[in-house]
């Protein structure tokens, strides 16, 4: 047994450096590689990907996991390593299945395309994204039938990105979103607009950069295990948890949008830099349930970024950055940073009508991998599907399907994580209310740092040693549910639109 | 022949990928790595190190390479593939007798110094720094003497600089040098100091950027095949032609600095991003002759941008971004960025004293490794020298010592490059005239692009076809000597200070 483990960790160290190297090389390319340089970060990150491809598939390290788990002693192993085993023996024996030159294709291809979106975003132009994406459709499928054929391809997507769900549920769950969103919305509609222009301005990056991080610091990112970089669209990239990096990305002519961006961002970095030291280089650094991980960036963002209390101790601070704040008053700001109009960005939606721009996704995916509905029909569907849950169309593509990056490298069945994160922090705020108070008092002392303890404390330590659904029974003890999270937008809206 | 040069092209695409792999790491640590992150960065480059270290050492590639070597057919492959064997062959033969755990510990034990470096610099505490300097030596001497055991030590550092160049021929053009330097310093020094209170001021760090963005593109640097970043010490890294970046760092209370270091920089990166395409994948991209780099950088930095007529065409501009550049003319500022005095910091230093900046630096490089100097006494070696051969002695180590990055990592022989890049660049000048005409009729009239197509052609498109003491030869048809660059220094300077 003692030899075992020590090959096993072995092979763990191996492949966790190509997995680094991967991190790295896609952190570069997001984020800085210059345009004649891409080819030869795609050729090179490909050929690290297709090393640890190897290494995770090689018959040896096959027999190595599968030996480790007939032992008797395994049962004894803390764990952590119980779990990293399992989980790498569940990998081996998807990615087995795996041709390497599928494999080495998929990923060359992936990369590709997704230089393909950013053109085809910038120019406007569907035409020069629609062949990358259809292949993108093609070869995720043919994965899903490779590594789990087993399964409905659909759910075996959903599974990838949150363990434990299928359509079935999130059927349920998002149905009694739907529910209540949609005659929520009407009423908020029939209200009328304020003046939203005092919002526009002159807001120079360099300045904006220097507020987010001010604002990361504040909800307690630490610094000193991550970077703040820019990109096209703000994400999170970690290589465990002493180095979890962000992006952001700015406009001139407004400020709001990167702050909530960063503080977004800053949620899902708060979680990784957040995993317990002890799991260090086992599976549970590596977060994959992604409606759980979006639980904490929406969380900070919306749960806490966007209630009023979160800017009293800081809203002065602000007006310091930006002179134009100094103009409006903290309740002003506080309509404007929550005001609800139905729009074709998601990222720029307001917490009210994001989750049908997610709805849309989610059925539309559905669309493509149970209708069979080609890449080629997608932007009709798009426009039509928009058209019909949130009153508006786009004018042009990078106004609707070409928005978002998810699925110019083939992510499908991430985007239903999002409205799930949503789900999820109903849940965690009753909880928290209930073993900390209330949430408005704990803001407006400037307490958040007590707020990222809990999480801490109840979430983010234990890394991925539970999936999503498994959290949310540990930290409040019941099933999940659509209804709390539906309660805070009826209880917020209702008494900030006056309805 | 066939089967073994495909043989071949596979270690060597793999040896390629590898050495991508530890540039992209050296690249992030020196950027923007946050250090609680460092240690595992440290870890992987130096696991990769050891696997490209393994793929080249291996006995596999020693007895391919070496029968490449003895076909027949070896003299009819074209010029860059026969450069590329030979030098593969070269370096298996040094590095196979270097023991792989040395090599590892080595690797390890360099990142670690330049971390101690860093924060030792910082501190202004030489102790932090001391015990690694001191195992940095011990680390190059052994392995000099693993890979060269046929050469003296010191000069062994110096071939693998600069190919061709050993003490004897430095201890030449250096006493050349230093008997002209000497002298016309004296000269200046008697001259009264014109008030330079005037360029202090308040330099935004995101205007010195963009201001250093503008002079990258004007000198010729492609903007596609690159990326400008931020860092401790300004440097220039390449993963080939296509992809070749360079950092700069920012003073905010002056801006002459960045802009300098900036061009210098640009000069480094204009030199790898014009090599020919036709020796993309070969040994020719990599081009490790540092004298003729450097003569590249110094070129545009020195010869050209610290010319009066470079400036004349964008001076307006300059005084756009900082319109305290308005009120000083063009002749004051040109007194300005050629004042001449000696200082202790080599990258501020003036064109005239900063070759005793390096003949300081070449002395004690001899002192350590032909008398057996100690790190512990080489703080104050320093300080002797400074006094000695610029009259004035540092009051902290962070302005003596600890000023330079290159020891942190070992690299003894790197400094005396420095002033062979300028002696290059005298012998260049004088042929560049002879071909182009005058440099200050080109330069007024914003022909910058000719000079660097003139450099593209004559020197940059080769690679490391040639070292540099060739490139000499071929360039200007004659053999090195320092007497054109102290031609430039004697006419520049007696005009500029009326002497």
Known sequence: MKDKLEKFNEY?????????????FQWDMQTQTPSKGFADKVEAVTYFSSQAFQLQTSEEYGKLLKSLLKEK????????????????????????????????????????????????????????????????????????EYTRPDMEVYDAMLDAFEEGMDSETI????????????????????KTEPDRSIFRGEFPKHLQQEWSGFLLDYIGYDKEAGVMSESEHPFTMGFGPKDVRVTNHYRKDEAINAMFSIIHEGGHAIFEQGVDEQY????????????LHESQSRFYEN??????????????????YFPQFQQISLEDFYREINHVAPGLIRIDSDEVSYSLHIILRYEIEKAIFRNGVEAKDLSKLWNDKMEELLGIRPENDTDGILQDT???????????????GNIFDGMFLEALTEELGDVDTLLADGRIRDITDWLHEKIHKYGSLRTGKEVVEHVCGKEISAKPILKYFEDKYTKLYDL
Chains 1, 2 share one sequence.
């Open 12 to 24: 763990r160290e191996k492949i966790s450096f190509h997995k680094h190297v991967i991190t790295q």
């Open 73 to 144: 002693e395994f049962e004894e192993l803390d764990e952590a390593m119980q779990i990293t085993i399992k989980r790498e023996w569940k990998e081996y024996e998807e990615n087995k299945r795996v041709p390497k030159e599928f494999y080495e294709e998929m990923v060359r291809a992936s990369a590709h395309s997704q230089k393909a979106w950013e053109e085809a975003k910038q120019k406007k132009d569907y035409s020069i994204f629609c062949p990358h994406l259809q292949k993108m459709i093609d070869y995720r499928k043919q994965l899903m």
């Open 171 to 190: 059927d349920r769950l998002f149905g009694e979103l739907k529910a209540g969103l949609v005659p929520l919305l009407q009423r908020i509609a029939k």
């Open 280 to 291: 260090e280089k086992t599976a549970l650094t590596e977060i994959n349930f992604l409606g």
């Open 303 to 320: 749960i806490l970024g966007r209630n009023i209390n979160f800017w009293r101790p800081i809203y002065i601070k602000l007006g310091e």
């Open 406 to 420: 998810h699925w110019s490298d083939g992510s499908f069945g991430y985007f239903p994580t999002y409205a799930l």
